[in-house]
């Protein structure tokens, strides 16, 4: 089993439990945009009987390493998978309060109370992007916890049909993980009640699919994406508008230098040593690592809230 980033392989973990551990293509605090892999990690690939990955619109450089080495390999992109949720990117270094009830294509998941009142439709793309194309779906798409379960069922079918002996255990598994899901989804959606309404910034433009299913919209984002820079004209944009949009605190990411938050934010009174970011770098690899990170983002989230009080 070959696997793309830290939060499938923790969900992949979940699923294959005592049975097996995949293998992770990127390691670890590495952009999964642009990577260059290992020899050990180009084997793994090969060898591996099936890959799991979010999307080629998160890794466009893994496609070609699929068609080469895992030739023989099922493939799974996750994002495809039934009952997933997919956002439009979203435009602009600061996000209008419509944008929260728009961009967002839904596949129902049948069966879960949390889609309840998410009727969506697609958003037409518009030019102007940041050094780095940003048209299409957004392919965060594993902040959203929904998504992860529709996820987890998409595992469990993949691997039971690879290992049907073992079936039951995978479909086991993934029933499991599903419901401590959705204990963690109240847990959170309990957490971040008092924080809806915070006013935050982030530092690019991954965290929509949390912030939509937990209500705390981001007001903007410094970078389009961890692959781009920030245009001049758009960090000026956000700092025109940090006292129109009551901007509270600004959300670093742990690859990046925080120079750049620093030197946006200076004078601004806008709280900026808060650390979060969307692959849980600093989080051990394991069926732990996925409602970690989900926590660590409420955390941060906050963090903010209070700080703003």
């Not at 895992?70 to 602009?92: C, H, I, K, N, P």
């Not at 600061?94 to 967002?104: L, S």
């Not at 984002?221 to 944009?237: M, Q, T, V, W, Y």
Request: aromatic share 6%; net charge negative; with cysteine.
């Amino acid at each position: 089993m070959a696997v793309d980033i830290p939060p499938v392989h923790s969900l992949v973990e979940r699923v294959m439990g005592d049975l097996g551990t995949p293998q992770l293509v990127i390691q670890p605090g590495a952009s999964p945009h642009g990577y260059a892999m290992r020899p050990s990690e180009a084997e793994a690939l090969a060898q591996a009987d099936v890959v799991f990955w979010v999307s080629d619109g998160l890794t466009p450089w893994l496609a070609k390493a699929r068609q080469s080495l895992a030739v023989d390999a099922q493939q799974v992109e996750l994002m495809e998978s039934a009952g997933t949720q997919r956002l439009t990117y979203r435009q602009g270094a600061t996000f209008e309060a419509h944008d929260h009830d728009e961009h967002h294509e839904h596949e129902e998941h049948k069966g879960h109370r949390h889609h309840e009142g998410h009727d969506g439709h697609e958003h037409e793309q518009h030019a102007g992007h940041d050094h780095h194309d940003h048209s299409g779906w957004d392919p965060h798409g594993w902040l959203d916890p929904v998504n992860a379960q529709a996820w987890l069922d998409a595992i469990a079918t993949s691997l039971a049909e690879l290992d049907p002996d073992n079936a039951d255990i995978y479909r086991h598994n993934a029933e499991e993980a599903r419901s401590e899901l959705d204990d963690l989804i109240d847990e959170l959606e309990t957490r971040l009640q008092q924080a809806q309404g915070t006013r935050f910034i982030v530092f690019h433009d991954a965290y929509q699919y949390f912030e939509r299913r937990f209500d705390v919209p981001a007001a903007g984002a410094i970078s389009l994406g961890d692959a781009s820079d920030p245009s001049p004209a758009r960090i000026r944009e956000i700092q025109q508008r940090v006292a129109e949009l009551g901007v509270q605190c600004v959300f670093r990411e742990p690859q990046f230098n925080p120079a750049l938050v620093d030197s946006v934010f200076q004078g601004t009174g806008v709280e900026t040593s808060l650390v979060i970011d969307p692959l849980g770098v600093d989080l051990p690899l394991g069926a732990e690592l996925y409602p970690a990170l989900l926590r660590q983002l409420a955390d941060g989230v906050a963090r903010c809230a209070a700080e703003a009080e």
